[in-house]
């Protein structure tokens, strides 16, 4: 049988290929550099390089894109359109900011190789594609990119026990949960004779799920409720949603900070991006059939991520837990399925992926050589030892408990406002009381940094340039988003034109 | 209404300064401290401008201005007065200068503190003026996070329990209140945050309800009435003297000011179903807050449960459907405001020299500190109500605009009345009259002469308020007539004149 080859239009994936490129580029080239040169500027320097390259490479693509419906390409396997260059940019922007924040983690702590930096690249190459993916399988390989470079990198503190327990942790749960993910991927090709999401005409795969659904009676489909249900699992563990959330305080906890901020950024930008294509788009048919799973799911998320911060002594897991918070309230725009919905769920990601990015930026500086100071008591008088650190620790945590000033009130609002618009006010009553009792643990670590003098013997805490830079831009962003946040959530509601 | 106006002047000039002292040296602590009264007095002097330029018998709101924020989402900001809001800024204004004063002890992290107690200013003034319900949310919040700071870094004792209790309490009804206000918006059509665009919304019964109780749930927990005030004993007692200067006086009013600003105007038929519910639980609050006062040991905890029965009665008057009963509510919040503000700072006076609130350990003070003891006095029966001070203007319109509809409740709130004579006088008796507790009673300083200029506005205001009422009342009716007649309760709207009534039962009705 001649094998057809689909046409190579790499296009789609070019701020991919080029992160992957930059990465072997990077490892290639210190191979050859002499020793003492390893770990020098250049590495942060090819790393930024590549993530610009990328942006642009994503960036360009946007005018031209067709306003309506995705523009498949690669044999129906990757989506162009403006959502996945929107969550693109923003991973990258991500990428670049642990790569500096990075930079002088890896160098304090006597860690500084190539690895770090491609490991980052090819995460955020993985989550990138997670966002085009148009097809599950792309979905599941883009998954696994970007989770086997993460599984490495919580390791990455080679001298600490906790590091490699965590990461051990994160890895075998996050085996388990892809297996889920392949399961309900199988199911669905079982049904639907197909993983494509949209299905493409020409190309082999001409019925995909959204052309299943509208051609077979609703009575039919009991079995893909089920497929969808795995697939949620799947995704779920990796957006840290409750019942799946169990890794997270660990693998944040063990995690170097840098690298934890781009967890709670990266990852749940790029994973809801994948859920909001498969639920809110491709399923949407369904919504009926899927959406009470969500609304569990959302208001155990909410509530769990709240409460059991409430208890934690160690900073890192206290955010580790507001993060599955935040997952739950980023649910309560998937089940408002509509336009709005997903602009507003983008808008909240990307903003509480800066935010967040700071905040751990600053645990990373507070937390000294090997992290050891991440306890709470660590923060005690941090107001009398470093004024402007806990200054801007303090906007982060109001921006995560979502008081006005902030970013990340603008954020709540456009994520509840859908799902109010939808008719799930009691949702976003629960999600109000969750946000109320998530206040207690922010204002917690507000009280011992303001309200409590600090030790004789606290350590010196060093702030470099680029730490600086990063918590900087973080502030600022926390703050710009919410004076002006227009702009942003307009490239958002343009990025998601599905429905009209 | 397009260009900016004095009054948007006034919200943000206290923020502007907080910024100037932002990049003043911080071990130039009296340059900060005089730098922060300057502001103070400035927002002052500009907002007197406001209140010349209001117009008296209009009930509209006036001297706002209207700009664009965030079109896409229908966000404007607008501001805006009317007789209501100008009483509640002005009184604002006005104490904080008097505040600074009162802080002017504070030595530990000045350049915090008064940034703090300015960006709380503008946070009140936005509060005050703001006719975007987006807007008004933000200053709302905005003013949780100064106010927390200064109860925590600056308290006393509990300082850091009663900080967190005072922002949760208050965050979680604020955020249910955030709920409805989203809801609103996309009943609206076109959907915006507008209040003035709002107002027309037509809204099913049931979901009216709910509405108006997640605003409720907001500005009940703000008053604060039985039972959502448990935050309040904590944080007035342990913040310092301008932060409980600030929480009585104007924070307090912000949720009152919500609940006929917003809550009527908004859900009249929801709110005219809950009236009852909320006149009970205002006479509990009037009966409740004084018994639980008489009781106190602790001298600041006296006043602040004092607080929990003045709104009480400030509530009932804006419910009861009558124009008498709305106006002295308003009156009675700037009454309340002068009279509980200065008896805070008299306490604080008294901490300063004794470090202690407890009151048993004072007595005989009459004789070392007599003007402090002589104002102490005048002020407590401001508070009480004594005619001729300002305190019985507003008691007493409540109390005859609530005879008027609901005979049988002025049992218990003019029974009120006499129970805050109990507590306030008896504290006064222990504190200044008797034998001194101890020695160190003896020999303190008397009123010094930034005291007595702190205190000495609020005395001529006290005064000039009790004998003339005419100037505030005549700005607060139209716009308490326009209110009441949202609410268009069952009731009689009006004191029957008394030319056209049978002579009887309202001669006695005087509540004292």
Known sequence: MPLELPPVELGAIAPELALSMTALFLIVFNAFLPKKMKGGWHLPLIATIGLVISIALARGSWIDLPKNGPDLQLAGMVANDRFAIFVKVGLAVFGLLTIWLGREYTRRASLENSEFYALVLFAVAGMMLMASSADLIVTFIALETFSIALYVLVGFRTRSLVSQESAMKYFLLGAFSSTFFLLGIALVYGITGSTNLYGVAGSGSEQGIVQFLTTTPPTDVGLLVVAVGLLIVGLGFKVAAVPFHMWTPDAYQGAPSPVTGFMAAGTKLAAFAALLRLLDVSLFQLRDDWRPLVLIIAVATMLVGSLFAVVQEDVKRILAYSSIAHAGFVFTAVVATNDRGISGALFYLVTYGLTVVGAFAIVAVVGGRDELGTRLSEYRGLFYRRPLLAAALSLFLLSLAGVPLTSGFIAKLVVFGPAIDAGYAWLVVIGALASAIAAFFYLRIMVVMYMQEPEEDAPEIAVGPLAGAVIGIAALATVVFFLAWGPLFDLAEKATIFFS | ?512
């Open chain 2, 1 to 512: 209404m397009s260009d900016l106006h004095a009054l948007d002047a006034v919200i943000f000039l206290p923020v502007i300064g907080a910024i100037v002292i932002g990049f003043l040296p911080t071990e130039r602590a009296a340059l900060i401290r005089w730098a922060a009264l300057a502001v103070t007095l400035a927002t002052f002097a500009v907002s007197l401008k406001v209140l010349f330029d209001f117009d008296p018998l209009s009930d509209d709101f006036q001297l706002g201005s209207s700009l664009e924020w965030i079109p896409e989402w229908g966000i404007n900001y607008i501001t805006g007065i009317d007789g209501v809001s100008l009483w509640m800024v002005m009184l604002t204004t006005f104490l904080m200068p008097l505040s600074i004063l009162a802080s002017w002890t504070i030595g530990d992290k000045v350049k915090v503190y008064f940034i703090f107690l300015l960006a709380l200013e503008t946070g009140m003034l936005g509060v005050f003026s703001s006719l975007d319900l987006f807007l008004f949310y933000v200053f709302w919040e905005v003013t949780l996070v100064p106010m927390y700071f200064l109860i925590g870094m600056w308290g006393y004792g509990r300082r850091i329990y009663a900080a967190m209790k005072f922002f949760l309490f208050t965050l979680a009804g604020s955020l249910l209140m955030l709920v409805a206000i989203i809801y609103l918006y996309f009943a609206g059509d076109p959907n915006t945050f507008s209040f003035e665009a709002i107002l027309g919304t037509p809204l099913a019964e049931g979901t009216q309800r709910l509405l108006f109780l997640g605003f409720f749930a907001s500005f009940a927990v703000k008053v604060p009435l039985v039972p959502f005030h448990t935050w309040l004993p904590d944080a007035h007692t342990e913040a310092p003297t301008a932060g409980s200067v600030m929480l009585a006086a104007v924070l307090l009013k912000m949720g009152a000011y919500g609940l006929i600003r917003f809550g009527i105007p908004l859900f009249p038929e929801a709110a005219r179903d809950f009236v009852p519910w909320i006149m009970a639980l205002a006479i509990i609050g009037i009966v409740y807050g004084a018994l639980v006062a008489i009781v106190q040991t602790d001298l600041k905890r006296l006043v602040a449960y004092s607080s929990v029965a003045h709104l009480g009665f400030v509530v009932l008057g804006m419910f009861v459907g009558t124009y008498q009963g709305m106006s002295g509510g308003i009156l009675q919040m700037v009454s309340h405001g002068l009279s509980t503000g200065a008896l805070f700072m008299l306490v604080g006076m008294l901490y300063e020299r004794r470090h202690t609130r407890a009151i048993a350990d004072f007595g005989g003070l009459q004789k070392t500190v007599p003007i402090l003891a002589g104002i102490f006095l005048f002020v407590a029966l401001s508070s009480i109500g004594l005619p001729g001070l300002n305190g019985f203007v507003g008691e007493f319109l409540v109390l005859v605009g609530t005879f008027v509809g609901y005979r049988w409740w002025v049992v218990p709130a003019a029974f009120g009345v006499v129970l805050a004579a109990i507590y306030l006088l008896w504290a006064y008796q222990r504190v200044f009259h008797g034998p001194p507790a101890s020695d160190e009673n003896r020999g303190l300083p008397d009123v010094g002469l930034r005291e007595a200029l702190m205190l000495a506005p609020i005395l001529v205001l006290i005064a000039f308020i009790g004998i003339y009422p005419k100037p505030f009342l005549e700005r607060i009716e139209p716009s308490a007539r326009k209110i009441v007649d949202q609410l268009d309760g069952d009731g009689p709207r009006d004191v029957p004149d008394p030319a056209e009534v049978e002579p009887g039962p309202l001669a006695e009705e005087e509540g004292h």
